[in-house]
């Protein structure tokens, strides 16, 4: 059994840019691959669930990324989401009794040289191997409760209300 289970919904994390046409699309998830460079040495399993910007996540989407959560037998899950809508779907999963499960993401693209998702998702991992059971947001080297955060655009971070 692997210690822990990495679910990829897309997002700027997996954004890779397309200069012929000027714009972004989803990729291949990354975290293997920033996992693999960083000599990340605990067994983890990685399935990717979409590839979406979060904002063109609907409902049947959150249902889809909330049924693979809870139907996951690894106590320990962690799940690469857009920033944009992050917050509503780590609400929509609630409560989880048993099991951490940690969001994460990026302003900027893994495959970017500057790029904040390698530090997110180390600080991630960290949080599943320190925490309580419960649902939390990784982001900007804070942790939060989903339930009293948000999105600060403009200061490209996460803050707690």
Same mark, same amino acid.
């Not at 962690?78 to 917050?87: A, Q």
């Not at 940690?102 to 495959?111: I, L």
């Given at each position: 059994?692997?210690?822990? !289970? &990495?679910?990829? /919904?897309? @997002? #700027?994390?997996?954004?890779?840019?397309?200069?012929?046409?000027?714009?972004?699309?989803? $990729?291949?998830?990354?975290?293997?691959?920033?996992?693999?460079?960083?000599?990340?040495?605990?067994?983890?399993?990685?399935?990717?669930?979409?590839?979406?910007?979060?904002?063109?996540?609907?409902?049947?989407?959150?249902?889809?990324?909330?049924?693979?959560?809870?139907?996951?037998?690894?106590? !320990? &899950?962690?799940? /690469?989401? @857009? #920033?944009?809508?992050?917050?509503?779907?780590?609400?929509?999963?609630?409560?989880?009794? $048993?099991?951490?499960?940690?969001?994460?993401?990026?302003?900027?693209?893994?495959?970017?040289?500057?790029?904040?998702?390698?530090?997110?998702?180390?600080?991630?991992?960290?949080?599943?191997?320190?925490?309580?059971?419960?649902?939390?947001?990784?982001?900007?080297?804070?942790?939060?409760?989903?339930?009293?955060?948000?999105?600060?655009?403009?200061?490209?971070?996460?803050?707690?209300?």
């Amino acid at each position: 059994m692997t210690d822990i !289970k &990495i679910f990829t /919904t897309g @997002g #700027t994390i997996d954004k890779i840019y397309f200069d012929a046409i000027s714009e972004f699309k989803i $990729g291949e998830p990354q975290i293997g691959e920033v996992l693999h460079e960083a000599g990340v040495s605990a067994s983890y399993a990685v399935t990717s669930l979409m590839r979406k910007d979060s904002l063109e996540l609907d409902a049947e989407d959150r249902r889809l990324i909330c049924d693979a959560i809870r139907a996951e037998p690894c106590c !320990k &899950i962690l799940v /690469t989401h @857009g #920033t944009d809508t992050m917050v509503e779907t780590a609400l929509a999963l609630g409560d989880v009794p $048993g099991r951490i499960v940690v969001f994460t993401g990026a302003m900027q693209p893994a495959r970017f040289r500057v790029t904040d998702a390698v530090f997110n998702i180390g600080f991630a991992l960290g949080v599943l191997q320190a925490r309580d059971a419960g649902v939390y947001l990784a982001m900007n080297g804070q942790i939060f409760d989903p339930a009293h955060v948000h999105k600060n655009r403009v200061a490209k971070r996460f803050e707690a209300d």
